[in-house]
């Protein structure tokens, strides 16, 4: 482990502690993922809820999100920000 380098010898507070993983640097925004811990997807009623929350395409570009029932036809999908609007990717048949 070592400290991102700054202008200064010292570590400041505000920086971040990175890690070395075969050679290379690990953001600790990795570390999550790495360490097995699942990843939790903002849910929301429809995209009007999100925006409403403050949650908005241009706000959070490339940002996914759950809708529980904001698909066509009322039925749970996922959004993705294309930075303009949310894109709606239906949720199909189970995984095999």
Same mark, same amino acid.
């Given at each position: 482990?070592?400290? *991102? /380098?700054? %202008? #200064?010898?010292?570590?400041? !507070? #505000? %920086?971040? !502690?990175?890690?070395? @993983?075969?050679?290379?640097?690990?953001?600790? =925004? @990795?570390?999550? $993922? *790495? =360490?097995?811990?699942?990843?939790?997807?903002?849910? @929301?009623?429809?995209?009007? /809820?999100? &925006?409403?929350?403050? &949650?908005? +395409? $241009?706000?959070?570009? *490339? *940002?996914?999100?759950? !809708? =529980?029932?904001?698909?066509?036809?009322?039925?749970?999908? !996922?959004?993705? =920000?294309?930075?303009? #609007?949310?894109?709606? &990717?239906?949720?199909? +048949? #189970?995984? $095999?």
């Amino acid at each position: 482990m070592r400290w *991102r /380098a700054g %202008q #200064n010898c010292a570590p400041a !507070l #505000n %920086q971040t !502690l990175i890690h070395k @993983f075969m050679g290379k640097e690990v953001p600790r =925004s @990795f570390e999550k $993922i *790495r =360490s097995g811990e699942q990843i939790q997807i903002p849910t @929301f009623t429809n995209v009007a /809820a999100a &925006v409403a929350a403050g &949650v908005t +395409a $241009i706000k959070y570009p *490339r *940002r996914i999100i759950h !809708l =529980s029932a904001g698909g066509t036809g009322a039925v749970p999908c !996922l959004a993705i =920000s294309d930075g303009a #609007n949310w894109k709606q &990717v239906a949720i199909g +048949a #189970n995984a $095999i």
